[in-house]
């Protein structure tokens, strides 16, 4: 369960259909990332 007042709490419909996500690590999230999102929608960091 999340905290009363966070994002989550306040946004998410349930713990499946959460509004917001953190990955656990560098590699998890970059795994992640590549499942939620193609090539053209992201942006290199400089």
Known sequence: KADPG???ADFADS???N???G???A???AAEIRYFFS???LCPRS
Do not use: K, M, Q, Y
Request: charged content about 35%; glycine content about 6%.
């Open 39 to 41: 090539d053209l929608e």
């Open 6 to 8: 966070t994002i989550r």
């Open 15 to 17: 713990i499946d259909a």
């Open 19 to 21: 509004a917001v996500h």
């Open 23 to 25: 990955s656990d690590g």
């Open 27 to 29: 590699e998890t999230a």
